[in-house]
């Protein structure tokens, strides 16, 4: 079965746009063309277009992606180049959920903070006696998140309805 562009770009979630742009750079030299110049999709060219996505998504440039296309078209003799690229990359990508991980513990830590002294009616809660946050405040957080069951109680803050009125 043969798609066009439009399809494609309905069945992927993604702009025709994108995928004229993809051709443009050179990621989709697998696709066919009919007499007319347009663009014929076929079934297999839908994983092509998951990798391409998921590659881009994973903040990899135009030219990374290609070459790595340019390695599928060439074959079996590409195997192992390709698995290391993506051996490559998915540490790469470990590395960025990893940071991203750690700004997401201490955006949390902090709405704990807010939310705290929130209900406390003040940041004071969270100080020692020369005015300076007390150096035990993350660890007081780090003992409720060790026995919390959910961490949305334990960081969300919800106004009461005395607050509210």
């Not at 959920?97 to 201490?106: A, G, K, R, S």
Request: hydrophobic share 35%.
């Amino acid at each position: 079965m043969t798609y066009a562009i439009g399809d494609v770009a309905e069945i992927m979630g993604i702009a025709p746009s994108t995928i004229r742009y993809y051709d443009k750079r050179g990621l989709l030299p697998f696709v066919d063309r009919d007499s007319a110049g347009r663009r014929q999709f076929k079934d297999n060219d839908f994983n092509f277009l998951q990798v391409i996505e998921c590659m881009k998504k994973s903040g990899l440039k135009i030219d990374e992606i290609r070459d790595f296309v340019e390695m599928c078209m060439q074959g079996d003799m590409t195997l192992e180049d390709r698995y290391n690229f993506l051996d490559r990359e998915e540490r790469v990508l470990m590395e960025k959920i990893e940071t991203l991980q750690q700004q997401l513990d201490f955006l949390r830590y902090k709405k704990w903070y807010y939310k705290t002294s929130l209900e406390a009616g003040t940041e004071q809660v969270h100080f020692d006696q020369a005015g300076n946050v007390d150096a035990n405040t993350r660890e007081i957080y780090e003992r409720e998140l060790a026995s919390c069951g959910d961490i949305r109680q334990l960081i969300d803050y919800h106004k009461t309805t005395k607050e509210t009125e």
